[in-house]
């Protein structure tokens, strides 16, 4: 039972533009959500992060929103840079263990 | 330079044999956990450790073994119970079970 879904598989998007990545998520008591990125054959890498006390987490080029009461997280990229094409995964926990979504692939067009 | 190191990077065995994954830590982080991933799925937790001596099995434990002797380390034995191990194995670690963990480069296992 998926406990977190990114319903895209893949996105692709103009340099320059925005790109706008999706999760959803059934359990009410995530409280934590984290969004990694990661390259072929690579550990993922800790992009930004988001409490349930926010509704808003900004770092750089990156923002993250969190409605809760859809239980739905987005992840913004702008200005999308070619370099930010890779797989885009976000995870929740509830103090435990993380549980992560399948990926969304982005491919950033030049 | 602090960081997760996972070795090999790939590992190839025989059907029958169990196999150890290496990952090491030098973050001083309390929590570790190894994540399993196939193609078009997310990572899915297989076992992780909250403190030395301590481990829980995740959401696919069976046919996976762990030990946590170190506060450092937290191998993986992959047993020729596990039905389909061919996949890339993640290692992970973080200050605290449920805070932003740090992931390895990953092992590729093929068995054949």
């Known amino acids: 039972d998926q406990q977190v879904k990114q319903n895209s598989p893949s996105l692709s998007v103009q340099e320059g533009r925005i790109s706008i990545l999706n999760c959803d998520y059934t359990n009410s008591m995530f409280d934590y959500f984290l969004w990694y990125k990661k390259y072929p054959a690579e550990g993922p890498t800790f992009l930004i992060s988001?409490?349930?006390?926010?509704d808003k987490n900004e770092d750089g080029r990156f923002t993250v929103f969190l409605n809760k009461s859809a239980k739905h997280l987005s992840l913004h990229i702008v200005p999308s840079q070619p370099g930010d094409s890779a797989v885009y995964f976000c995870a929740a926990s509830a103090g435990n263990q993380f549980y992560f979504g399948t990926g969304t692939s982005l491919t950033v067009i030049p | 330079d602090g960081g997760i190191t996972q070795s090999p990077k790939y590992l190839f065995r025989k059907e029958g044999q169990n196999v150890t994954l290496s990952c090491e830590q030098n973050?001083?982080?309390?929590?570790m956990y190894w994540y399993r991933q196939d193609p078009g799925q997310g990572l899915r937790l297989i076992y992780y450790?909250?403190?030395?001596?301590?481990?829980q099995k995740g959401d696919i434990a069976e046919g996976y073994s762990v030990s946590r002797e170190k506060k450092e380390s937290f191998p993986l034995t992959v047993t020729s119970a596990q039905k389909n191990p061919t996949a890339f194995y993640l290692c992970?670690?973080?200050?605290?079970?449920?805070?932003?963990?740090?992931f390895g480069q990953g092992t590729r296992l093929t068995v054949v």
């Open positions: 973050l001083n982080h309390d929590a």
């Open positions: 992970a670690s973080s200050r605290r079970v449920g805070s932003e963990a740090f």
């Open positions: 450790s909250q403190i030395v001596n301590d481990f």
């Open positions: 988001i409490s349930s006390i926010k």
